[in-house]
DNA sequence: CTGAAAGCGCTTACAG
DNA sequence: CTGAAAGCGCTTACAG
């Protein structure tokens, strides 16, 4: 993996000077728009650096002035639209505030996210947005801020010490897409798909809360876990038709879930919105696109990812500000399917 | 955005140097695991790197080196599970080899792609790898070359200039969907969906072919182009819809237009499959779990990002050798929309 | 096998 | 307003 020298040794600051007739801290000083060199040697300066085709070389000012502009983002799964309009949210977000993105895909894999954050480290980066892996220890956040490098902790959470968070209010979303369904009269709702985990909990207890308001019991076997995935969500909505042939409504731990169940239910011979009322979870941009348009919790994905940036971007400046959780409250939309 | 000097001052090869009883060329030479130093030596140097937290400074070494081991990677639409996935590839890849990536999402913007490319550039970026954002300059191929810095142009090609390429047969691929469609005996196929571009007449073209080798006419008047989306699809098949209404096949400029399509053709009361028959392209992670499963043109999306991923690897390891035009020849993936 | 020295390309006090 | 000098943290000949 060796690196040639380029064939042509670069064009530097010292050259500049040279061909401007300065010293290099002139260039220097002119380059990063110093009030204090005049309007003369200034243009002269930015012509001489403009023929040689000078290009600033950050590695070397970030080293000297012990800064950076790179900040880390990890996500988990880009094959889920989701993380991907989370992570573009992000990347806007970090762009306009003239950070550049250093991105890396663990595919929820604990090693590739272990490796892959060190590697950060090492490329001193400003800052790291991280959406940790399934069965992340929750240690790692710790670990992660006695490096000295401010961190935002985005959509899954990390056991319960201290870190700023930025992702959304899961029990309140599903709670309130319960009440839909317990408003239209359904008394018996399954809940499909999500992986063992605090965020299925967390959805979960929605549920729970939503039938406990209401004064009525909630049948835990009317939940079928399942990869977050379409597949899973085909398979749990089979598993739920064969189990309680007389079902008439369900909630997906989120819209690939729902996406899934759609395909089973249409097997099925059941149309959603029809014969069964169906919710997701997120909003994905493709969500007012399936058959029938999914009803839906809005998280706002695109948004999340920039507050989560605004929040990172936040605790760069202020490093001592305490720490803050974003919770933001999924509102519902209601299309076809419930 | 002052990056406030860390409050401890880092710990370097010197301090490491000294805990260790050593000079820093030692520390620098057993980090990088010379075997010139005796194991003895070895292990004292990395126990005192260990016990005083060490990081070592990639920047540091990789500006006294002239190297680097971040690529950029530039993506117009992250919306479109398509380059989420060609990403996911590309990114795995680069992992693999030992590279980060750098991640700039362009929104299609030639603005942003500008100021993102100037960014990497002056980061040193080892390589890149870019799918232009649309009405990009063929020039632009040129003039990231002459950068000296290595360049994969992927998905959407630059004009006619010489580079890296890497992406999929168009002309090819809807030259087999158009087959097999005519095999099924249609004569009428509409075409829908895409941007007046270099892609949509490449893909178009595959259509035409497949015609004129049939000895059979195209009509031209069958082509609703649109925006690369569902909506777009969604409208370009509600069109046709009305303009021919006995039309029975068409194929989609890609996945996202298809799923846009199946909307227009559901709520027209016409199932694809049975009543039409429906072409996409990509093969996107979904394509299989649409309703119904989408019959289309498997890109491969994430081997793609992987192939673009080798061949910058292979640039940017020989930057004399030959270029290369790598064209995956895709092929029919049917499932039950046609 | 290990140390002293120069240098990557920049920035930043400090003089003048 | 501008220059000489030191230094960011590393690597790499070059001696010994």
């Known amino acids: 993996m060796m690196n040639k020298p380029p064939s042509v040794r670069a064009v530097t ?58 900040v880390g983002v990890v996500i988990n799964d880009l094959m889920n639209p989701f993380f991907a309009e989370v992570l573009a949210g992000l990347e806007r977000r970090l762009a ?16 590739r996210q272990q490796k892959v954050l060190t590697t950060m480290r090492e490329h001193n980066a400003a800052g790291i947005a991280l959406c940790p892996a399934l069965d992340t220890p929750a240690s790692l956040a710790q670990d992660l801020q006695s490096w000295g490098i401010p961190l935002v902790v985005m959509i899954r959470t990390l056991g319960e010490g201290s870190y700023d968070f930025a992702g959304a209010d899961n029990a309140h979303g599903v709670m309130a897409a319960t009440r839909h369904l317990l408003a ?25 809360a939503a039938f406990a308001d209401a004064g009525l019991a909630f049948d835990e076997d009317l939940v079928f876990s399942a990869s977050p995935t379409r597949t899973g969500g085909h398979d749990a909505m089979r598993s739920l038709l064969a189990a309680q042939p007389a079902i008439k409504a369900a909630i997906c731990y989120n819209d690939l879930v729902a996406f899934g169940a759609l395909s089973a239910l249409d097997e099925n011979g059941l149309r959603a919105g029809k014969d069964f009322a169906l919710m997701g979870f997120d909003n994905v941009f493709d969500a007012a696109h399936s058959h029938p348009p999914l009803s839906t919790v809005d998280v706002r994905p695109a948004e999340l990812g920039e507050q989560a940036a605004t929040l990172l971007l936040a605790r760069m400046a202020h490093p001592g500000q305490p720490r803050q959780q974003l919770l933001a409250r999924p509102k519902l939309v209601l299309r076809q399917s419930a």
């Open 13 to 70: 600051i010292l050259d500049v000077a040279a061909a401007a007739q300065v010293s290099k801290s002139t260039v220097s000083l002119v380059l990063k728009g110093s009030p204090l060199i005049p309007a003369e040697t200034s243009e002269r300066v930015r012509a001489a650096a403009a023929q040689l085709g000078y290009v600033y070389n950050r590695r070397a000012g970030e080293l000297r002035r012990q800064s950076s502009n790179m």
């Open 184 to 208: 239209a009269g359904h008394r018996r709702i399954g809940f499909l798909g999500g992986l063992d985990g605090l965020m299925l909990e967390q959805r979960l207890s929605g549920c729970r």
């Open 96 to 111: 306009d505030a003239g950070f550049i993105t250093l991105m890396a895909h663990t595919s929820e894999s604990l090693e």
